[in-house]
């Protein structure tokens, strides 16, 4: 049975929206994690040359794309050993995190595990499904009735990331409950501090953590943040075989698949280290510049070390704090809209030109 949604919750920020808009120097965004950097030429070029799409495009992905996705995995995430069966191409991670839980015949009396600093729309696939969410980060927690446990790494809003230890941890509290595991791992290439600044973010697929069975485990991924592709819906899953076969079964039923355009730009996205490295240090200087001025004016950053976001608090309520920014022209996103564990924190977006985070840095430091 489909529970009650809430209202969709920025609808509470208008107010401060408007307020930060009114600021002489003109509002700074870092509330959304949109990017605002131009989508790279190359990627452009193979979505013009492929706009001849007259036929229905394949569900499960050109044979083209599987093996991009396949190579992808091998290159950049140290996860060998998948093949056509075990990838699936999606219209953007969002969609997916909200119907997968529908998608895999959970419902009411099961549990679905998200973290306790949480995107919400594990909390809405869930409702979407009738299944009770449970908010936890601890595996001795998670009960006999959980059938689906997601975790997020890089974190989104704390940027947190699991070791290959603890997501070994995770994968075996999920077998022992013969639950499905799925890591979202949309922010891996944004490795900031110590390790992750110079060695891979481990990824729930890496044979360290599964051993030789990815049997009820899934990795999500998207290219909207290493590419600036947030426009062009471009994402994917990879891992058990047979859930892959469940999935894309109800996809192929309810037509739910990738533009041909798309799959063939998304082919390109993923053979270009390049672009990926460029964006990256971009993000790089804008965070150099924020994060001091964020410290400076009060704030403790809290994780933060991969990602587009930086988890801050003053230790005072988190509306006050959005407040008392949009004063200052500068919206950022309260931490209660990523769960009850956060009322003082704030999540500030990277996503942002380098004029308008150089102005957030000066208005904060004023």
Not at 225 to 239: D, I, M, P, T, W
């Amino acid at each position: 049975m489909l529970k009650q949604l809430p209202d969709y919750p920025w609808d509470q920020m208008v107010p401060f929206a408007e307020k930060a808009r009114a600021h002489v120097g003109g509002i700074v965004d870092l509330s959304i994690g949109s990017p605002v950097d131009a989508t790279p030429a190359l990627i452009r070029q193979a979505l013009a040359e492929a706009t001849d799409a007259h036929a229905y495009p394949q569900t499960v992905g050109t044979p083209t794309l599987q093996q991009a996705i396949i190579d992808w995995y091998a290159r950049r995430r140290a996860v060998t050993g998948l093949a056509a069966r075990n990838v699936l191409p999606t219209i953007g991670s969002k969609e997916l995190v909200a119907l997968l839980p529908f998608m895999l015949g959970i419902g009411e009396g099961d549990t679905i595990v998200h973290p306790r600093a949480a995107y919400p729309t594990y909390e809405i696939g869930a409702a979407i499904a009738g299944a009770t969410a449970l908010a936890s980060d601890d595996p001795a927690e998670w009960p006999a009735s959980t059938k689906l446990i997601w975790l997020n790494s890089p974190g989104n809003p704390d940027g947190r990331v699991l070791s290959v230890a603890e997501l070994r941890t995770a994968v075996a509290r999920a077998r022992e409950l013969d639950a499905v595991i799925v890591s979202d791992e949309c922010y891996a290439e944004l490795g900031w501090d110590a390790p992750w600044d110079s060695e891979p973010i481990p990824s729930i697929l890496d044979p360290r953590v599964v051993g030789e069975s990815r049997h009820n485990v899934l990795a999500i991924y998207s290219l909207s943040k290493q590419s600036n592709l947030a426009g062009y819906r471009a994402a994917f899953v990879a891992g058990c075989g047979s859930l892959i076969a469940r999935v894309l079964t109800v996809r192929k039923h309810a037509g739910l698949m990738l533009p041909a355009p798309l799959q063939a730009a998304m082919v390109v996205a993923l053979g270009d280290d390049a672009h990926v490295a460029a964006q990256k240090e971009l993000y790089r200087a804008r965070r150099a510049v924020l994060l001091p001025a964020l410290q400076d004016a009060g704030f403790r950053i809290d994780n933060s070390e991969a990602g587009l976001y930086l988890w801050a608090t003053r230790g005072v309520d988190a509306w006050q704090t959005i407040a008392e920014l949009a004063e200052l022209g500068i919206l950022a996103g309260p931490g209660p809209f990523y769960g009850s564990f956060y009322p003082q924190h704030v999540r500030f977006s990277l996503t942002a030109t380098d004029e308008r985070i150089q102005a957030a840095a000066e208005r904060l430091r004023a």
